[in-house]
């Protein structure tokens, strides 16, 4: 059955019960066909979420869902194409054509590698961090269900929530708290990210500046170390992800406070502990799960805080050792340099995009199994209900002939993003990353 033909079967026994036919949405003109349907909102829009239209029922909460779904599309399309972007970018920067595959990548970078590095070279990132503010999850719900007050309510958050400086925190019991601040006076029991100002010979979990006890990568033009240093490092030592630091940190320092409290001046995070949750209304890095609500409106919050999700590009610290023909010749040096730090660039972006695919790829299932469910159960409810004006009537026969299309299409974009995250997978194993 067509979606007009849908509407107008809806239509049929209201309009006959209430007299309609005969007059117009305004009782004053006689009804007109198809035109005069559409004018009195009583047919299905020829629309559909596939062409970014989310207006299908004209009941708030099923919209909602339906926008979630939009939205979904439109998110999972921007990491689908972000990753062929940076693919396409490596594939260029080692000869290859734009749209080469994975495997031939990997290959290309391997043999660019190979011809100037002694040995293997290495990549070490941190977890990519994805959050979602507590505060956009909240209102979405609420616009779906006017039962929700963002005022006063949290989400649950299965991971670690960050509170604001200044604000008043309390962990709980099933959480654990760590404070961060940029202060080089205070110890960095959990972790410096910055630099660390080693005054005493110490090991450098990243780029040593200064003197280096040891074998150094790479050398600058004076002969002090400006790489990874296999030893000891006296100078200074940049980390690009967080790591210890036995001198002064000057960055960002993270420790953990005796008192279970984190000073004014200091950002809090609570981290839930394994199999629990923490109520949240700051930003959430890990699992959101909004409060409770409509069915639908629960499935859309959820997959809107997956969709919402902000990934940000690690840091990377490199390891490897150039061979010493390219080290003595300054072109094939500073050649390889230039394109290591594009590529360096390119694997952080698909770390990045990698994380946020696989929220991506989890609110998928989410979204179909919903509109299998929830969904579909709302519609049932409400038409059973009975007491329902035609247009009403009308739109939940739109949106119930909507969920198929809905479901093909959130999973049609899953499988588009599962594809392209395995090509950055090869790629980004040749330098022991992508698992």
Same mark, same amino acid.
């Given at each position: 059955?067509?979606?007009?033909?849908?509407?107008?079967?809806?239509?049929?026994?209201?309009?006959?019960?209430?007299?309609?036919?005969?007059?117009?949405? $305004?009782? &004053?003109?006689?009804?007109?066909?198809?035109?005069?349907?559409?004018?009195?909102?009583?047919?299905?829009? $020829?629309?559909?979420?596939?062409?970014?239209?989310?207006?299908?029922?004209?009941?708030?909460?099923?919209?909602?869902?339906?926008?979630?779904?939009?939205?979904?599309?439109?998110?999972?399309?921007?990491?689908?194409?972000?990753?062929?972007?940076?693919?396409?970018?490596?594939?260029?920067?080692?000869?290859?054509?734009?749209?080469?595959?994975?495997?031939?990548?990997?290959?290309?970078?391997?043999?660019?590698?190979?011809?100037n590095v002694d040995g293997s070279l290495t990549i070490k990132a941190e977890p990519p961090k994805c959050s979602v503010t507590?505060?956009?999850?909240?209102?979405?719900?609420?616009?779906?269900?006017?039962?929700?007050?963002?005022?006063?309510?949290?989400?649950?958050?299965?991971?670690?929530?960050?509170?604001?400086?200044?604000?008043?925190?309390?962990?709980?019991?099933?959480?654990?708290?760590?404070?961060?601040v940029t202060d080089p006076s205070v110890k960095c029991d959990l972790g410096c990210k910055g630099t660390c100002q080693l005054?005493?010979?110490?090991?450098?979990?990243?780029?040593?500046?200064?003197?280096?006890?040891?074998?150094?990568?790479?050398?600058?033009?004076?002969?002090?170390?400006?790489?990874?240093?296999?030893?000891?490092? =006296?100078?200074?030592?940049?980390?690009?992800?967080?790591?210890?630091?036995?001198?002064?940190?000057?960055?960002?320092?993270?420790?953990?406070?005796?008192?279970? &409290?984190?000073?004014?001046s200091a950002q809090a995070h609570c981290s839930a502990k394994a199999g629990a949750s923490v109520d949240c209304k700051g930003?959430?890095?890990?699992?959101?799960?909004?409060?409770?609500? =409509?069915?639908?409106?629960?499935?859309?919050?959820?997959?809107?805080?997956?969709?919402?999700?902000?990934?940000?590009?690690?840091?990377?610290?490199?390891?490897?050792?150039?061979?010493?023909?390219?080290?003595?010749?300054?072109?094939?040096?500073?050649?390889?340099?230039?394109?290591?730090?594009?590529? &360096?660039?390119?694997?952080?972006?698909?770390?990045?995009?990698?994380? =946020?695919?696989?929220?991506?790829?989890?609110?998928?299932?989410?979204?179909?199994?919903?509109?299998?469910?929830?969904?579909?159960?709302?519609?049932?409810?409400?038409?059973? =209900?009975?007491?329902?004006?035609? &247009?009403?009537?009308?739109?939940?026969?739109?949106?119930?002939?909507?969920?198929?299309?809905?479901?093909?299409?959130?999973?049609?974009?899953?499988?588009?993003?599962?594809?392209?995250?395995?090509?950055?997978?090869?790629?980004?194993?040749?330098?022991?990353?992508?698992?």
């Amino acid at each position: 059955m067509n979606r007009k033909l849908s509407g107008i079967y809806f239509l049929s026994a209201a309009a006959l019960a209430v007299g309609i036919f005969g007059a117009g949405c $305004d009782d &004053k003109s006689p009804l007109g066909g198809d035109e005069l349907l559409k004018q009195c909102g009583l047919v299905c829009s $020829d629309q559909h979420v596939a062409d970014g239209y989310a207006s299908i029922s004209g009941v708030a909460s099923l919209d909602a869902f339906f926008g979630s779904v939009v939205r979904f599309n439109g998110a999972a399309s921007g990491v689908t194409d972000g990753i062929r972007g940076e693919l396409d970018a490596i594939a260029l920067s080692v000869g290859l054509k734009a749209g080469a595959s994975g495997a031939d990548i990997k290959a290309k970078v391997a043999a660019q590698i190979a011809a100037n590095v002694d040995g293997s070279l290495t990549i070490k990132a941190e977890p990519p961090k994805c959050s979602v503010t507590a505060k956009a999850t909240l209102e979405a719900q609420a616009q779906c269900d006017v039962d929700v007050d963002p005022g006063s309510a949290t989400v649950k958050c299965e991971g670690s929530c960050d509170v604001q400086a200044g604000a008043q925190v309390d962990c709980g019991a099933d959480a654990t708290v760590t404070c961060t601040v940029t202060d080089p006076s205070v110890k960095c029991d959990l972790g410096c990210k910055g630099t660390c100002q080693l005054d005493v010979a110490a090991k450098c979990e990243g780029t040593c500046h200064g003197d280096c006890t040891g074998t150094c990568s790479v050398k600058d033009a004076s002969g002090q170390c400006a790489g990874s240093c296999s030893g000891t490092c =006296k100078g200074s030592c940049e980390l690009a992800a967080s790591g210890s630091c036995s001198g002064s940190c000057h960055g960002s320092c993270s420790y953990t406070p005796p008192s279970g &409290k984190c000073d004014a001046s200091a950002q809090a995070h609570c981290s839930a502990k394994a199999g629990a949750s923490v109520d949240c209304k700051g930003s959430c890095s890990g699992s959101v799960t909004p409060p409770s609500a =409509k069915a639908e409106c629960q499935a859309s919050a959820k997959a809107d805080a997956s969709v919402n999700a902000e990934c940000t590009p690690p840091s990377l610290n490199v390891t490897f050792q150039l061979k010493a023909t390219v080290a003595a010749d300054a072109t094939a040096s500073a050649k390889f340099t230039a394109w290591l730090e594009g590529f &360096k660039g390119h694997v952080s972006a698909l770390v990045a995009l990698q994380a =946020k695919a696989q929220g991506l790829a989890t609110a998928a299932t989410d979204l179909a199994g919903s509109a299998e469910g929830a969904v579909k159960g709302s519609i049932t409810d409400l038409q059973a =209900k009975g007491g329902l004006d035609l &247009k009403t009537t009308v739109g939940l026969g739109c949106a119930l002939s909507e969920v198929p299309n809905a479901i093909a299409l959130v999973k049609s974009a899953g499988e588009d993003v599962t594809t392209n995250v395995q090509g950055a997978v090869t790629v980004l194993g040749s330098v022991g990353l992508g698992s």
